[in-house]
Structure formats: C-alpha cells, structure tokens
C-alpha cells in the first residue's frame, strides 16, 4: 500500500535560516509526489510537483524539493526562511501503486522565529 | 472568479437543522473532491466525482449527501449533523480523476452546535 510519511509535526527555525521539512514515501513503484502550503484559515495551495522528469524541482516562493528514490524520500528546503514561510505544509503522494488516489501527510507546522 | 471558490465560508448549524455547502471550480476539471479537515487529524478523503460520476465515498455517514449536477459544481447537502462533524470542509478539483494535481477551495469552516 501507498503511504507518505512527514517526519516531524513542528518544525521551528529563525528568520534566514534554512528550511528542511521531511517527507518519505513507501512505494515500489516510482510515485507522482507533491508539496502543499496551507496558511490559516485557506485551502491548500500547490507547492510543486515532481512526476518522473527532473529530480530536482523548483516550486513558488523559493521552495524545491529533491526526488531521492534510494532514500524514497521528497524532502522540502528553502535556503532562507521568511515570517512570511509559517505554515502548515503536506506532502502527498499518487501513483499506480494508489489507484491513482491521492494520500496526504499529517502535516508539518512551521513556525518562522524573527 | 478563478480557481475554486466554495460558499459560505463559515457555516454554524443546530443538529437539526439542514444545510448545503457549495463548491465551483473555475478551470475546465473533470474530477471534484470534498475533504474534511479535523483539528490534529489527517485530510479525510470524503467523495470523488469524475465526469459527474460518484466513483468513490469513503464510509462516510449519510448525513453527508453530496450532489455533482455538472463537471463544475460540487455540493455537499448536511443534515442531522452531530458536534464531531465540526471541521474544515474543503473542496478540490483536477483535471481528471487520478495523479493530476488537484487544487483546493478556500474551505468552509462548519460548527455545528
């Protein structure tokens, strides 16, 4: 069975800093993989996407995320954190081996200290 | 309008009595999602529609009803609700049922008191 797995709840780091929040996935086959921002009291807003083209991928406001079959994992970083950046974030995963449904995280907090 | 819109945005409900929340999505999608989003809880996949067709429901109550009268409007008809069914509401829609993308409305925040 699909399933993605984000590894810490809270995630605190100050203003400047880097931002690394932990996404894995259990899959035996290559899945489709996605970022979602969440602010308070909206919906969630796509991030970025990967779908078996670059391992790398770039998305909105400064985030990308690196695709790492060995490690089976999807990890978002942003070099410098803005107060702007605090949110709850989800990753998600799709793919043949969910019948093409999507599963979400649990989510990660992030909270920017100024 | 762009995107998904959903309508109201906030909603406060007796047990009693019997409500609609309504979803438009703006995009040319073929596929449309509710979700319920509980305070510490995962998103809770509640219904599909694809092509105006029910193609999943999630054991979910059937105090929850929803309706897909075309590819661009998705309701969900409340009644006899009871205070767990408190949440964030929020509607998604894709291009097609499956690994698309899907892109979220801005939620409807239900109390039901």
């Known amino acids: 069975a699909q399933s993605v797995t984000q590894l810490g709840s809270h995630v605190s780091v100050s203003e400047g800093a880097l931002v690394l929040l932990r996404c894995n996935y259990s899959s035996s086959v290559p899945p489709y993989l996605f970022w979602y921002v969440q602010y308070p009291n909206q919906g969630l807003q796509l991030l970025l996407k990967?779908?078996?083209?670059?391992?790398l991928v770039k998305g909105i406001n400064g985030f990308e995320a690196e695709f790492k079959k060995s490690e089976t994992s999807f990890h978002l970083t942003k070099p410098s954190a803005h107060m702007s950046d605090a949110a709850e974030y989800f990753c998600a995963v799709s793919g043949m081996n969910t019948g093409n449904q999507f599963y979400f995280g649990t989510g990660t907090s992030l909270t920017v200290i100024p | 309008e762009t995107g998904v819109t959903q309508t109201p945005r906030h909603l406060v409900m007796g047990m009693t009595n019997k409500k609609s929340l309504k979803c438009e999505q703006h995009l040319g999608h073929n596929a449309m999602y509710w979700y319920k989003q509980s305070a510490k809880k995962p998103l809770e996949l509640m219904f599909v529609y694809s092509l105006e067709e029910r193609v999943e429901n999630n054991s979910v109550p059937s105090r929850f009803s929803p309706e897909c009268p075309n590819s661009s409007h998705l309701f969900l008809h409340l009644h006899t609700l009871q205070p767990e069914d408190s949440a964030l509401y929020l509607c998604a829609s894709s291009l097609r049922r499956g690994a698309y993308e899907q892109y979220f409305g801005p939620g409807t925040r239900l109390t039901v008191t």
């Open positions: 990967y779908t078996s083209a670059a391992t």
